[in-house]
């Protein structure tokens, strides 16, 4: 059974750190790109950041870049995103992502499997 389970997250001040991890389990994971989306409440699901399975692309939308920094370890079939400098807007919950592709477009791209989702919390 493919799954990505997420874990980290959870509650930081305006400017504090968190950073989430996402394990894949049941499919090979180098094969594949792997990101990041999130919700917040009320507003559609936006796309966050990815990186390639390989030497390629990765992908940060405009909110988070500079901030959020995205890594993967395929000998621990593991994605992490590092998020410094919050702020209240990056309040949602976010959720790991496994797809084919990772570049500019990676808000377009189908995604092939999906995290259960993680909440952070930013206060001012």
């Known amino acids: 059974e493919v799954q990505l389970v997420q874990s980290g997250g959870g509650s930081a001040q305006d400017g504090g750190s968190l950073t989430l991890s996402c394990a894949g389990v049941?499919?090979?994971?180098?094969?594949?790109?792997l990101g990041w989306f999130r919700q917040a409440p009320g507003k559609d699901r936006e796309a966050v950041s990815c990186i390639s399975r390989g030497v390629g692309p990765s992908y940060y939308s405009d909110s988070v870049k500079g901030r959020f920094h995205i890594s993967r370890h395929n000998a621990k079939n593991t994605v992490y995103l590092q998020m410094d400098n919050l702020k209240p807007e990056d309040t949602a919950e976010y959720y790991c992502?496994?797809?084919?592709?990772?570049?500019?477009?990676?808000?377009?791209?189908?995604?092939?499997?999906w995290g259960l989702g993680t909440r952070v919390t930013v206060s001012s």
């Open positions: 049941g499919f090979t994971f180098e094969d594949l790109s």
């Open positions: 992502a496994a797809s084919e592709f990772c570049g500019s477009n990676y808000p377009a791209t189908p995604v092939s499997y």
